[in-house]
């Protein structure tokens, strides 16, 4: 029984790349986007068995649709794609609810293999992945319904961070020094009661600020 899938990458030579792998298998790609938007729309035309997402988008990035897909189609099984190899991403997308994280230089039976656990309904996290984001999603502070008090700048340097980037990544996008990041970076962490970046975007996804 073929494995509909759709692709959802911003780079046509990833889409034609994912097609190609899966050629010749019960695998089957039945439709691709580029954009988060293009892929809900898609989602709501085509029966998918299983969402390749990548998680650098335009129009709302992977992440933001990861939430919006497992908000109305949750028993669709999303493995996230990615060049990086992310903590920060990594916990956002366990916090949300991935069957998995791949990263774009993977094996074709590793890719081959997630597909087909993720559409029998099984995660396909490494026991490395989870490892290394539980700390952050088992902090105590992170489960109390606690209002912080940020600032209107804090609160957009916490969006950009939550989104994986890094502070000279943040300076550029928000035009203000890479020191100035750096200042704000520790005021929110000390605000929010954690000790670092991956914890602070977890709180950040619980809290529905990104």
């Known amino acids: 029984m073929a494995i509909r899938v759709l692709v959802a990458d ?11 792998l899966v050629t010749g298998t019960e ?7 580029s954009s988060g ?15 390749l997402l990548d ?5 709302g990035d992977g992440l933001n649709t990861l939430g919006r897909v497992k908000l109305d189609y ?19 997308a366990v916090a949300l609810g991935a069957a998995g994280y791949l990263l774009k230089g993977c094996d074709r039976e590793h890719l081959l293999e997630a597909i087909r656990k993720a559409a029998t309904g099984q995660d396909v996290w ?8 539980t700390g952050a999603l088992a902090t105590p502070r992170l489960n109390a319904d606690v209002e912080v008090p940020l600032t209107q700048r804090e609160s957009e340097v916490l969006r950009q961070l939550a989104l ?12 203000i020094s890479y020191e100035t990041v750096k200042e704000h970076v520790q005021h929110i962490l000390r605000k929010v009661g954690v000790s670092d970046r991956t914890q602070v975007a977890v709180w950040a996804v619980r809290k529905g600020l990104v």
């Open 10 to 20: 911003d780079h046509e030579v990833v889409r034609c790349g994912l097609r190609s």
């Open 37 to 51: 938007e293009q892929t809900l729309r898609l989602i709501a035309e085509q029966k998918i068995d299983v969402l």
């Open 164 to 175: 994986g980037l890094t502070n000279k990544e943040i300076a550029q996008a928000l035009s």
């Open 74 to 92: 949750p028993e669709i099984p999303v493995l996230l794609l990615s060049t990086y190899d992310n903590p920060t991403y990594i916990a956002r």
């Open 126 to 133: 490494t026991r490395d992945e989870l490892r290394r984001v």
């Open 55 to 59: 998680i650098r988008m335009p129009d």
């Open 27 to 33: 695998i089957e790609v039945v439709a691709e986007a």
